[in-house]
């Protein structure tokens, strides 16, 4: 019964790959968001949807697209892997009555 | 453009003894604040929340924080430390709506028998 779940949870990969990472929430919740934490912990929003329509996309690189088939899915696909985008990834989402975001296990992406 | 501070990225404490992490925070507007907690190899949990009302907030696991306008504050504190509460705490701040959280740097708890 996780509430919002990522897949999957490690993802090791070559510069220069394509790589996606899954996200699905059971909640409910209208708006869905990626984070990114880096290796000093910090954490950054990407990209946010609500219900499908992408509403806040912060200066990621264009190698990054989000895509939300519907509003309780958000996936992240990655092209051309570089290294500097090993870090770890963290799906939310939260509901249009409440501004708490709750937050998946997050994906581990390593770029050898 | 909001932000927030933590002092102090290692707070060490004392099984038993009072925990205090501080957070402060910048807003053009009334402010919606959280801390949350994150456990080794883990996502972020949340903790306690301030919107609107009681300025006292009071969160899972014995934690609660003070909104203070004033002093743009919203520390987290807990009577009592216990080992389980090692951990990195993050304090976030929104506008609400479907604004973004923007995240402290984070203050990681150590505890100690």
């Known amino acids: 019964d996780t509430a919002v779940s990522q897949t999957p949870k490690y993802l090791v990969t070559q510069m220069g790959n394509d790589k996606s990472i899954k996200c699905e929430q059971n909640?409910?919740?209208?708006?869905m968001y990626w984070y990114k934490q880096d290796s000093k912990k910090f954490l950054k929003i990407m990209f946010s949807y609500n219900n499908k329509e992408l509403i806040i996309n912060e200066t990621v690189p264009n190698r990054f697209s989000p895509k939300s088939p519907d509003k309780a899915h958000l996936n992240l696909h990655i092209n051309s892997l570089e290294l500097g985008d090993s870090a770890v990834y963290f799906c939310?989402?939260?509901?249009?009555?409440?501004?708490?975001?709750?937050f998946g296990p997050g994906t581990r992406l390593t770029v050898t | 453009a909001q932000s927030v501070t933590q002092l102090g990225s290692h707070v060490s404490v004392s099984e038993g003894a009072l925990v205090l992490l501080r957070c402060n925070y910048s807003?053009?507007?009334?402010?919606?604040l959280f801390w949350y907690v994150q456990y080794p190899n883990q996502g972020l949990q949340l903790l306690l929340k301030y919107t609107t009302g009681a300025t006292l907030v009071k969160g899972i696991n014995g934690f609660e924080a003070e909104f203070k306008k004033s002093e743009t504050s919203f520390h987290l504190t807990k009577p009592s430390a216990h080992m389980s509460d090692a951990a990195e705490y993050f304090c976030?701040?929104?506008?609400?709506?479907?604004?973004?959280?923007?995240f402290g740097t984070g203050t990681r708890l150590l505890v100690s028998p």
């Open positions: 909640l409910g919740h209208d708006t």
């Open positions: 939310a989402s939260s509901p249009n009555s409440g501004y708490e975001q709750y």
């Open positions: 976030a701040v929104t506008s609400g709506g479907f604004q973004k959280l923007v």
């Open positions: 807003s053009s507007v009334p402010p919606y």
